[in-house]
């Protein structure tokens, strides 16, 4: 299901005059299909307006970022509350954060970057972390799809040979790390620098709620890892995310199974011409997969 920027804009315009009125929306950022992001000056000030395409998704990340909301309300580490919710035009309002994404951040070299998403995830991954032994078996059984789906070609990927035999060295990894320490928490599922900002105040704030189940923690800490190193190359930038982020419980076995499935991830999903983007994120993950040690 998509949305046209002109409808979204519509919709965003309905909203705000139910809800109080205010400025014209403009566009905030480039939208796709699926999620349209408006600016306007509210009642109380300035918000963010984000109008779905799809009801259901809409609802479901409302009521994640209120819940969400509440439990980061205070600190150093917070995510924004819902201003209003218009179910009818599938649009949630949010107070507009005066600050800079960390993405942006990160490519003018800030060196701070690290530590502050580190920081920020850590404190989001506490409210639900908790302790558990480790079982591969779900991760064992989707390398098993994939490799199949790669070598019958309705995956098409580069080097499929390659991918096929890195997974199964990924899979036999299995067996010593069943039982292993390990953790789960509600993950963000789409953890990007992008979806962190810093304000003028120096607080960090999260963005962009929907996931309500739990998953590998270490999930969210690779994609974080991802961004970095696919803008600047260095290990010395995930060390610092992994310090701030602060140790979870999972043992370094299970660490580097599990590095090795999020690098094989990245693999599966690139294309077979990948864009520059695509190639670099390609080449750090290859590199992180050739790794005898975990460094998420």
């Known amino acids: 299901m998509s949305l046209t920027a002109g409808a979204a804009r ?5 909203a705000l005059a139910r809800h109080g009125g205010g400025s014209e929306p403009r566009a905030a950022r480039a939208g796709g299909g699926a999620a349209h992001l408006f600016a306007a000056n509210g009642p109380e000030g300035p918000i963010l307006i984000k109008v779905w ?3 259901d998704r809409a609802t479901r990340q409302v009521r994640r970022q209120r819940q969400v909301a509440r439990a980061m309300k205070d600190g150093p580490c917070r995510a924004p509350g819902v201003v209003f919710f218009d179910e009818a035009c599938r649009a949630m309002a949010m107070p507009r954060i005066d600050g800079t994404d960390l993405a942006a951040l990160w490519r003018d070299r800030r060196a ?3 530590d502050l998403a580190g920081r920020w995830l850590g404190t ?12 591969p078996t779900g991760q064992v059984n989707w390398l098993s799809r994939l490799i199949e789906a790669v070598l ?6 580069p080097d499929p040979d390659g991918f096929a035999k890195a997974a199964r060295g990924v899979q036999a990894m299995a067996g010593d790390v069943t039982g292993r320490a390990a953790t789960r928490a509600v993950t963000h599922r789409d953890m990007t620098l992008s ?6 105040d120096g607080t960090i704030w999260g963005l962009d709620f929907e996931n309500r189940r739990e998953d590998e923690p270490l999930r969210d800490v690779f994609t974080l890892a991802l961004d970095l190193m696919t803008q600047h190359d260095g290990d010395d930038a ?3 995310l992994v310090q701030s982020y602060g140790a979870e419980g999972t043992d370094p076995a299970v660490r580097l199974f599990l590095q090795g499935c999020f690098c094989l991830w990245v693999w599966a999903n690139t294309p077979v011409t990948p864009s520059a983007r695509q190639l670099r994120r390609w080449g750090v993950a290859d590199d992180l997969l050739r790794r005898d040690r975990p460094v998420i």
């Open 124 to 135: 989001y991954h506490g409210l639900t972390l908790r302790p558990c032994p480790f079982d």
């Open 238 to 240: 995930v060390a610092r």
């Open 195 to 200: 979806n962190l900002m810093l304000d003028r």
């Open 53 to 55: 395409a799809d009801a």
């Open 112 to 114: 701070e970057v690290p």
């Open 10 to 14: 519509a919709l965003a315009i309905e």
């Open 152 to 157: 019958t070609g309705q995956r098409p990927i």
